[in-house]
């Protein structure tokens, strides 16, 4: 029995983790996703067994609620056999997921730049060799990664660094030549509404997704679709101190720790691109 959108989302406010996994894994992708693919079962089942993994951290999985990694790598075509790059995985969130999913017959790089969260990355591999082993950690920008080598480039929550330091043409451009003819870029980012000033984009962590948009498109990837699965309609996007207002930063402390987490994390845009095929 299929489960409506309007419907999954509302078990999502009310249910446990658990619970929420469970409704989330059962919502119609052809109705919430423009740009989809017909779903691919064997693909679904090996990402929904990665995201049961006893491995994931106690503290990351309760945030499948608002990450929905299932619906969100399903949308980016992601298969357990492909080579796939995670730009920036930071604490290794969705790390934790892409490993497990790829380790016997895809591969995983993880390109982070050096530093305190590439050497932070680097001891949580190590910790967990039986998971970790095959997943291969490189500096950014000095990858190493062969051009037209890869067949997926993920980056989640990003692309709003990238435009407040000013290095989003060189990476874009660089995710352009590791793919390969027809391999997927995947954006996941803070949304911004399209009638703010776009001043705001330096400095509250939100974008456009114009603005996402025009930068892929401007190193020439062509635009797929884009999913909703990560929206979040309670996130005004208009907080003093921007996104980190919101969970799980809660930046302003104990005051009103409460109205952030009953909104929880951000309204986020989720893009699909692809580099055209020669």
Same mark, same amino acid.
């Given at each position: ?161 990238? &435009? ?5 043409? *060189? $990476?874009? @451009? ?5 793919? !390969?003819?027809?391999? =997927? %870029? ?37 635009? &797929? ?5 990560? *929206? $979040?309609? @309670? ?5 003093? !101190?921007?996104?980190? =207002? %919101? ?32």
């Amino acid at each position: 029995m299929k489960i409506s959108k309007s419907i999954a989302f509302g078990l999502i406010a009310i249910a446990s983790p658990v619970a929420m996994l469970g409704a989330q894994q059962a919502m119609d992708h052809s109705t919430m996703n423009h740009g989809a693919q017909p779903m691919d079962h064997a693909a679904h089942q090996a990402i929904m067994a990665a995201v049961k993994a006893p491995s994931r951290s106690a503290t990351n999985t309760p945030r499948d609620a608002y990450r929905h990694p299932v619906e969100t790598l399903m949308f980016f075509g992601v298969k357990p056999d492909q080579t796939v790059v995670e730009y920036s995985p930071g604490g290794g969130w969705y790390t934790e997921i892409l490993a497990p999913l790829l380790k016997d017959k895809g591969t995983l790089y993880a390109a982070q730049a050096p530093g305190r969260g590439f050497d932070n990355l680097k001891a949580k591999l190590a910790a967990t060799p039986d998971v970790y082993g095959k997943t291969k950690l490189v500096p950014w920008p000095e990858t190493g990664i062969p051009a037209d080598s890869v067949d997926t480039l993920l980056t989640f929550r990003n692309v709003h660094n990238m &435009v407040m330091n000013g290095t989003e043409a *060189a $990476n874009f @451009k660089a995710f352009y030549t590791m793919l !390969k003819p027809g391999g =997927t %870029l995947g954006i996941v980012d803070h949304r911004l509404p399209e009638d703010r000033d776009t001043a705001l984009e330096k400095s509250s962590g939100y974008l456009k997704v114009s603005t996402v948009r025009r930068l892929a498109e401007a190193a020439g990837f062509q635009y &797929v679709g884009a999913s909703e699965v990560n *929206a $979040n309609p @309670k996130d005004t996007a208009d907080w003093a !101190k921007g996104v980190w =207002t %919101l969970p799980p930063v809660l930046t302003n402390g104990e005051t009103d720790k409460a109205k952030y987490q009953a909104i929880g994390e951000s309204d986020r845009m989720t893009l699909k691109f692809v580099k055209p095929a020669k």
